[in-house]
Nanobody, 125 residues
Framework: QVHLVESGGGSVQAGGSLRLSCAAS????????MGWFRQAPGKEREFVAA????????YYADSVKGRFTISRDNAKNTVYLQMNRLKPEDTAVYYC??????????????????WGQGTQVTVSS
């Protein structure tokens, strides 16, 4: 079992930056593949980014590639999402997720993931 708590959301103008953090507690953090998802009003939750257990491999949705960077610090039990050149369409609740299965994280197998409570990101034009 792992408990996840996101922070760092807020409101920003288009073109700005935010960094989200997700602190994990419970079983060994380095055992988990980690990911970020987002859900905009009226839309389904969608994959944003994922990172391997050691942090050496990352995956991104096409919509954020080149603008967002996922990273992790296993010594601090924390995963980050650096978001640059934000656009209004990035507005959503952002969720941190964890699984011992990479495919569960990459393909958003909702029922098989541990989830945080979410943090709101609002980008104004």
């Amino acid at each position: 079992q792992v408990h996840l708590v996101e922070s760092g959301g807020g409101s920003v103008q288009a073109g700005g930056s935010l960094r989200l953090s997700c602190a994990a507690s419970g079983r060994t953090f380095s055992s988990y593949f980690m990911g970020w998802f987002r859900q905009a009003p009226g839309k389904e939750r969608e994959f944003v980014a994922a990172i391997s257990r050691g942090g050496g491999t990352t995956y991104y949705a096409d919509s954020v590639k080149g603008r967002f960077t996922i990273s992790r610090d296993n010594a601090k039990n924390t995963v980050y999402l650096q978001m640059n050149r934000l656009k209004p369409e990035d507005t959503a609740v952002y969720y941190c997720a964890a699984s011992t299965s990479l495919s569960d994280v990459r393909y958003g197998n909702i029922d098989r993931l541990y989830w945080g409570q979410g943090t709101q990101v609002t980008v104004s034009s």
